[in-house]
């Protein structure tokens, strides 16, 4: 007997942006910690706000430095939840080298990551 389908959630009015290139307002990335260079490519892409997932992660990644292993179904934004960590670390190893040009970089940002956590959503 072979089992049902899967059914996958997926809300299009509220995982995609409007595409057209009006700016909306990205307060709500602000408040998990999301860099300014970022925040001007979301408003482009007319992504408001973040999903469950990315909610989860950014604070823990970014603010916490906390390794992430996360689980959330498809098409759920989990890509942006561990990019847009990604991107931070290399802004900040970028800044403080341009701030210690003669600096050798041992324990700088995403290298000196070492606690972990867990979120689903
Ligand atoms: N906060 C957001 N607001 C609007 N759209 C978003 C947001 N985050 C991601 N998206 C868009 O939603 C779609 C699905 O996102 P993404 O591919 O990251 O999901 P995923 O969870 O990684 O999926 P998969 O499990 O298939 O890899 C993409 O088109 C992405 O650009």
Do not use: C
Request: proline share 7%; aromatic share 6%; charged share 25%.
């Amino acid at each position: 007997m072979t089992k049902p389908a899967k059914k996958v959630r997926y809300d299009s009015t509220i995982y995609h942006g409007t595409g057209q290139g009006d700016k909306v307002d990205v307060s709500a990335w602000e408040k998990v910690f999301t860099p300014p260079p970022v925040l001007e490519a979301l408003a482009e892409l007319g992504f408001s706000e973040p999903t469950e997932i990315q909610k989860l992660a950014l604070p823990a990644a970014i603010k916490e430095r906390m390794d992430i292993i996360g689980a959330a179904e498809t098409g759920s934004g989990k890509t942006l939840a561990f990019g847009i960590p990604i991107i931070h670390g290399i802004l900040s190893d970028k800044q403080y080298e341009a701030e210690n040009p003669h600096e050798e970089q041992l324990t700088v940002g995403w290298r000196t990551v070492n606690k972990k956590t867990v979120v689903k959503a």
